[in-house]
């Protein structure tokens, strides 16, 4: 886009470009989302900015009507596999606050100088100013959602002092954190229930935080968690009632997360609806508040809540054979994982076998090598028992308990302890296609495998699994060839959104055999 083009999307409100670009205007000082319902700016009057970071370095301050810091992320850091885009991603996920900006730069293969360049240059700020933004948003998060000490705050959002915290919330917001604490103490009294992005709820249980994670509509939130459900493993995940739930191990202890459908009007499921976004209600009990980052960027990452719908549904809509499948399943998304190393391991139970064995086989792993939930994390009458095993400990194990065939249990523990290593890297900012050439490198891992550890757990939206069995029963059905080699040619007119594909492949091959069952039960 260009600027013009971005003003026509200021002026009309447009929603879907909310994250995507930041609007300032110069007479004013504040920066805005782009479907911030104040009266439009004079064209004179604006500037644009690829983030948010980009707009406080110059000096622009937070609109308090739009919120701006609460909109869904930009798909583009997804999309893209240059430094860039893994810099940013790592950025997102707490490295800088976990290691510094020179753990960062190592991590990409650059020097810090050359990263701050590269950053500066593409989205307008560098790596520690990206990271402050971070910060102040997960800061705004605990100030208004809990009832943690300053103090606490300051420091579990990763700043190095309070009077660090107290300089940049006001730079950042215009108001410093007791006001906001206040401030999102009368709206949640006003409105009955917690905002969006993360006022006050009437009533927190101790020890947790519930926020709402916007996201861009349409979207088929409850096919997704259904999704998710069917894959469940025993003592790590649950779904009931409409609400997923499952543990997580992050950097500074495990945790316990819950997503269900966030309640009003953005929040259910409207898959039709042509307004700019909803939310999805997150309760996390965590170990350190410090973790809360990284705990949202993974929910994020598990329901592809950046994702922008229509521009998949642009892409896609258009293929003759994909096109009633996309109008039939509008805002159907690619779900991620929390965990890549855990869905590694999940793959490789899951080759050869239904996706109920799989979570069999997996249920039997967690109860044998994971680790028991800490106390206080528990959810009354629950089912959550266990974290999943990390690699390092099905490393270490010996194949022949994994309760599967010896030759998978070789591979599984082979995959283990390449991750464990580093000789496999599945953290944010790693080379996807490195990461797949090393995979089907290994003994026991092949080219399905490798391809569906990319998909979800590195979140990348452009890979088909052309070899997969049902995306090849949904290409006959079609009247496709349906050979791998033909399938995967059939899909290079879908990139760069392949991954979406899949999904939707999936969900018409779905629908036929619910279509079947129907009329073989009228019959």
Request: charged letters at 25%; hydrophobic letters at 40%.
């Amino acid at each position: 886009m260009d600027d013009d083009q971005r003003y026509r999307a200021v002026h009309s409100r447009d929603a879907r470009f909310d994250g995507v670009f930041y609007t300032a205007v110069r007479t004013t000082g504040i920066y805005c989302r782009p479907s911030c319902p104040a009266v439009t700016p004079k064209r004179a009057n604006v500037r644009f900015f690829p983030t948010a970071a980009a707009a406080q370095e110059s000096g622009f301050r937070a609109c308090k009507r739009c919120r701006p810091d609460l909109t869904p992320g930009s798909p583009e850091w997804n999309l893209r596999a240059d430094v860039v885009g893994r810099a940013m991603r790592l950025i997102q996920d707490g490295a800088v606050d976990r290691g510094g900006v020179s753990a960062l730069a190592s991590a990409v293969g650059y020097s810090e100088r050359q990263l701050n360049r590269l950053l500066s240059a593409e989205v307008g700020a560098g790596p520690l100013a990206l990271a402050r933004t971070e910060r102040a948003q997960t800061a705004r998060v605990l100030v208004e959602t809990t009832d943690m000490p300053m103090a606490d705050v300051a420091f579990a959002a990763g700043f190095a002092s309070v009077r660090q915290f107290n300089e940049t919330m006001r730079a950042v917001f215009d108001r410093s954190p007791t006001e906001m604490r206040a401030t999102g103490s009368r709206r949640a009294s006003a409105s009955g229930g917690p905002r969006a992005g993360g006022s006050r709820p009437p009533v927190t249980e101790p020890g947790t935080v519930t926020l709402r994670l916007p996201y861009r509509e349409p979207i088929d939130l409850a096919r997704m968690l259904e999704f998710l459900g069917a894959r469940a493993v025993p003592g790590v995940e649950e779904y009931r009632d409409g609400v997923y739930r499952r543990t997580l191990m992050l950097a500074h202890g495990p945790a316990v997360v819950e997503l269900s459908e966030g309640s009003g009007a953005g929040g259910s499921r409207r898959t039709g609806a042509t307004g700019g976004g909803g939310h999805v209600l997150c309760l996390l009990r965590l170990t350190e508040a410090r973790d809360l980052t990284s705990a949202v960027r993974r929910c994020r990452r598990l329901l592809d809540l950046d994702a922008d719908p229509r521009a998949v549904a642009e892409a896609l809509g258009g293929d003759p054979l994909l096109g009633p499948m996309v109008a039939a399943h509008p805002g159907l998304r690619s779900p991620g994982h929390v965990d890549p190393a855990e869905l590694a391991v999940r793959a490789v139970l899951g080759q050869q076998v239904s996706v109920r064995a799989a979570r069999t086989l997996a249920g039997r792993l967690v109860e044998r090598f994971g680790a028991p939930l800490a106390p206080g994390l528990e959810v009354p009458g629950g089912g959550l028992t266990h974290v999943f095993p990390s690699p390092d400990v099905l490393a270490a194990a010996d194949p022949a308990g994994f309760s599967i065939p010896l030759a998978r249990g070789r591979a599984l523990a082979g995959l283990s302890g390449a991750i464990a290593s580093g000789w496999i890297d599945l953290g944010p900012g790693c080379d996807r296609d490195e990461v797949e050439r090393r995979l089907v490198e290994l003994r026991g891992i092949g080219p399905w495998t490798a391809g569906y550890v990319r998909m979800r757990g590195l979140g990348d939206p452009d890979v088909f699994l052309h070899g997969d069995l049902g995306v090849r029963m949904a290409l006959e059905a079609g009247g496709r060839r349906a050979t791998p080699a033909a399938a995967a040619r059939e899909a290079r007119a879908w990139s760069p959104w392949r991954s979406y594909a899949n999904h939707v492949l999936w969900a018409s091959l779905a629908d036929g055999s619910k279509e079947r069952q129907e009329r073989k039960e009228s019959a």
